[in-house]
């Protein structure tokens, strides 16, 4: 993974950060569909993800306005839907969507 | 890492996600630092780390509003210039700030 190449703010940002349960249970498979679905969607902006050892994680997915959100929420429900429980995959999680209004960074790998 | 446990929205958000260098170089003590610093300073409201095994990871601190952030940078920048370069630590680096509109979650713990 790596840092999302994005405009200057304002933009959105969904940020999901999580505990896994043991096991992949479908769920690698059910994160490339995800991510490739996401960067169909109109708004999709990028996407960022991290997950330690001990199963705790955040992704981010970065969008162009709130209608975006909205569209793309109905497709991961879907989605989920089709396959399993969230239960299966998480023990816990919190859906954050912010708006980004300031951003700033360093790059040393001379991109 | 655990998911903080926030009032609800509005409430600010400081993303920062990150490419790390190769070794440690101090960074682990630097990190206790920071964190035992943020929980010390007015507005604080909680945090949240994930770094994969492949060096990439996102950190999140939540705050009350603009002005602790403010105050917040402050206090990073001084400890950051007392130590080290930043390019010590990472190849590359970005720091979103958010205004955190709406959450929502799910939490098969029981707690």
């Given at each position: 993974m790596s840092?999302?190449?994005?405009?200057?703010?304002?933009?959105?940002?969904?940020?999901?950060s999580s505990q896994r349960t043991e096991g992949d249970n479908?769920?690698?498979e059910m994160g490339y569909t995800m991510v490739e679905l996401a960067k169909?969607?109109?708004g999709y902006l990028g996407f960022e993800s991290a997950r330690g050892a001990d199963g705790f994680g955040i992704l981010h997915s970065y969008?162009?306005?709130e209608e975006s959100i909205r569209a793309w929420k109905a497709v991961v429900d879907h989605v989920e839907a089709q396959r399993r429980g969230?239960?299966?995959?998480?023990?816990?999680?919190e859906?954050?969507?912010a708006l980004v209004q300031r951003a700033y960074g360093f790059d040393n790998e001379g991109i």
């Amino acid at each position: 993974m790596s840092i999302a190449d994005l405009h200057a703010p304002p933009y959105y940002m969904v940020s999901f950060s999580s505990q896994r349960t043991e096991g992949d249970n479908g769920y690698g498979e059910m994160g490339y569909t995800m991510v490739e679905l996401a960067k169909q969607q109109p708004g999709y902006l990028g996407f960022e993800s991290a997950r330690g050892a001990d199963g705790f994680g955040i992704l981010h997915s970065y969008w162009k306005d709130e209608e975006s959100i909205r569209a793309w929420k109905a497709v991961v429900d879907h989605v989920e839907a089709q396959r399993r429980g969230r239960a299966d995959w998480y023990a816990r999680y919190e859906v954050r969507v912010a708006l980004v209004q300031r951003a700033y960074g360093f790059d040393n790998e001379g991109i």
